[in-house]
Nanobody, 126 residues
Framework: QVQLVESGGGLVQAGGSLRLSCAAS????????MGWFRQAPGKEREFVAA????????YYADSVKGRFTISRDNAKNTVSLQMNSLKAEDTAVYYC???????????????????WGQGTQVTVNS
């Protein structure tokens, strides 16, 4: 079972930047698709970004495309989310997730991720 620990959340003004990191342990990180999801108060958890374990192809929600960048460092077992041009609507708890099984399904689907971090709060003041 892989353990995931997020860091880097905080309070920022609109237009600012934050970088979230997720450290993985206890598994074979290099073979996991990794994703970031977020959940705002009163809303369902939604997909933000993901990166494949083999091709390193990246995927983004339309709402963050061009502003957020996901990356991974397999040597350090970490995945990061660089968030620029932050908006008030980006305010949410951000979760790192791992998809440890090789399955054929959209990488954006939260239900296919089987390991989750505890989440880190991101608050953007307008």
């Amino acid at each position: 079972q892989v353990q995931l620990v997020e860091s880097g959340g905080g309070l920022v003004q609109a237009g600012g930047s934050l970088r979230l990191s997720c450290a993985a342990s206890g598994g074979t990180f290099t073979t996991y698709d990794m994703g970031w999801f977020r959940q705002a108060p009163g809303k369902e958890r939604e997909f933000v970004a993901a990166i494949r374990w083999n091709t390193r192809n990246t995927y983004y929600a339309d709402s963050v495309k061009g502003r957020f960048t996901i990356s991974r460092d397999n040597a350090k077992n970490t995945v990061s989310l660089q968030m620029n041009s932050l908006k008030a609507e980006d305010t949410a708890v951000y979760y790192c997730a791992a998809r440890t099984k090789i399955i054929v399904s959209p990488i954006t689907r939260a239900g296919d991720y089987d390991s989750w971090g505890q989440g880190t709060q991101v608050t953007v003041n307008s």
